[in-house]
């Protein structure tokens, strides 16, 4: 009796902390002329969205639902490190997952013959009633993937090669590209070999899988290997060890990290050419769907960097690059009052650090710093005046 108790309170427990942690998406139905059925779709809105009007990049997640809670921690993880935008999470539900994934019929004896066929239907779906009711109830920027496991995988492959244009990313876990005798793998090679002209970028993985899978999979991974196509971003993953109900979340972080660009500009890319930032962050704009201006500080980090590495040339064309995106900006300011005081040029690093101190709103949380750094830098220029 008292294991049956405990058992109880433990279940209340349970269902007390789940229900604390659930999130409420929005569930929307939809009925749909193309596949002649009602279908149904959770959405996952950015956490900012009520309070904001920006429009959002979309990740369509074939499968439902149950994919949401990882996503939402793998990219609130990215982007509590700007290394991903917010985004809105569009979840579709299944009615029948085979019909509707795999674009031919079965006829593998390794699986269920005559099952499958009706992908083309499905990705009429999503391209002519879907996404157009997403997009009308949504703010949505122009931006959107398409990612699924095992079927849903050669789904996303289909899509890219069917309708190449629909979405920007393609993310296929473990695609079952054994499916009627490997068919996805002679269509995909057929495609390669058609030279596609459109960007895109492609995220595929493997776990631990063998027959009838392993074969067919290395052949379409050789395919891709040999084609060297610069049109096609394609990023690929092999999780040995890992069975493949669980390459999705193996492969989620590196599939999303390797396609949102990050807000912090690498070191390493850095060149004496400014345009090069400029270009990064246009085209940043453009993905994340915000304000494509190089941010004041990731600049002025990079000026310190490389003042560091002994390099106050680079570093003050990154101060003085920064300062023209962000002339009202006292930070950006005092960046270049950084470079100029470390180059010994005391006048100059005054002149600037007086227009930061001119600029700033007394509730900067560092104003106080930039009234005391004028008065330091009067002190220091008027003891070289007097030879001290």
Known sequence: ??????????????????????????????????????????????????????????????????????????LGRLQENDAAPQVIIVAIENTDRLRDMYPTVNEDPNG????????????????NELIPDVEKRYRTHSTRIIAGASAAGVFSLYAMQERPALFDAHIAYSPAV??????????????????????????????NEGLPMRPYYDNLLASFESSENPKIQ?????????????????????????????????????????????????????????????????????????????????????????????????????????????QNQLAQALNFAEKALEVADKAHPYYDYFVKNVERLKKKVEGVGQGK
Do not use: C
Request: aromatic share 14%.
């Open 178 to 207: 054994w499916w009627n005798t490997g068919a996805m793998v002679e269509r995909t090679k057929q495609w390669l070999s058609s030279k596609p002209t459109t960007n895109t970028y492609l995220y595929m993985n493997m776990g």
């Open 234 to 342: 394609t990023v690929i993953d092999q999780h040995d060890g890992v069975s493949h109900g669980l390459t999705s979340t193996a492969g989620i972080f590196h599939a999303y990290q390797s396609f949102f660009m990050s807000k912090v500009f690498a070191p390493e890319n850095v060149t004496p050419d400014m345009q090069t930032i400029d270009n990064y962050y246009k085209q940043l704009g453009k993905q994340w769907g915000v304000d494509d201006t190089p941010p004041e500080n990731v600049v002025r980090q990079l000026g310190y960097y490389f003042n560091w590495q002994q390099q106050p040339e680079l570093a003050m064309t990154l101060f003085k690059h920064n300062m023209s995106h962000h002339p009202k900006n006292p930070d950006a300011i005092t960046g270049v009052v950084y470079g100029y005081e470390g």
């Open 112 to 127: 269920p013959v005559g099952l499958g066929g009706g992908a083309d239907k499905f990705l009429s779906f999503i391209e």
């Open 1 to 74: 009796m008292k294991y049956f108790k405990w058992l109880l309170a433990l279940t209340s427990y349970f269902s007390i902390v789940f229900t604390a942690q659930a999130k409420d998406y929005d569930t929307i139905q939809l009925q749909s002329e193309v596949l002649d059925e009602q279908r149904q779709y959770s959405v996952s809105l950015p956490k900012d969205y009520a309070n904001t009007e920006q429009h959002y990049p979309v990740i369509y997640r074939l499968d439902g639902a149950q994919n949401i809670p990882l996503m939402e921690a793998v």
